[in-house]
């Protein structure tokens, strides 16, 4: 049984330049959230998808967007980089039906020059 | 302003010694979990409480849920250093998940 899947592990861009990462949930799950994780930090939440839409989001620019597709896999976008995007992101799946436990997958460090 | 606050944020302690860190709110909270997490990967969960007043055991690891479920501790025995990492309480508030800071633990031979 497959768990959360990222990809990329790793990823380094320059300032101005956008961003894809994306996610496979796991086996199961029907909702995808995405986190914002600093240095040294608590995760912070940015937002969750289900049924293909945004479902919740926290307090994040519009230049974070994402995208839920049918398989339950999810993308997260980022536009117009900035130094301060530089973390590490987080996916986590869970199943609505139930206790709201989340998965995550081993995240995607991204730096951003 | 911090839903949950954890502490302490930091500790720093001997392996073979006991250790306990806390998870506060104001607010009640329907279930709360325990994540460990380690540097660049994901938090991986340990625990969920559902309860008030539930106490789980998970080997060296003791976890509680206060009676008024707005809180929880995590207790550790004889800590190994092995349990080194960044322990975070994370609590179901709206079906979103609110999370600690984290505690850092570092746990020398």
């Known amino acids: 049984d497959a768990g959360v899947t990222q990809s990329p592990t790793h990823l380094i861009k320059t300032r101005g330049q956008q961003v894809t990462l994306r996610c496979s949930p796991k086996s199961g799950h029907d909702t995808v959230s995405w986190y914002q994780q600093a240095l040294g930090q608590g995760p912070q939440f940015i937002f969750q998808y289900y049924e293909e839409e945004e479902r919740q989001r926290g307090n994040f620019p519009d230049r974070f967007s994402g995208h839920q597709f049918p398989n339950y896999s999810s993308e997260l976008n980022v536009n117009a980089l900035l130094l301060g995007d530089s973390a590490l992101y987080l996916c986590a799946s869970s199943f609505s039906g139930g206790v709201t436990e989340a998965f995550f997958g081993q995240g995607t460090r991204l730096t951003v020059v | 302003t911090q839903l949950l606050e954890q502490s302490p944020q930091f500790l720093s302690i001997q392996e073979g010694e006991n250790l306990t860190v806390y998870c506060n709110s104001s607010s009640v909270f329907s279930s709360l979990q325990w994540y460990r997490q380690e540097p660049g990967e994901g938090p991986v969960l340990l625990v969920t409480?559902?309860?008030g007043g539930e106490v789980k055991k998970l080997k060296r690891l003791t976890f509680q849920f206060g009676d008024a479920r707005k809180d929880s501790s995590l207790h550790i025995t004889a800590a190994q250093p092995g349990d080194t990492g960044l322990y975070l309480c994370a609590a179901n508030l709206n079906r979103k998940l609110i999370w600690g800071l984290g505690t850092s633990l570092a746990v020398n031979p």
């Open positions: 409480v559902v309860t």
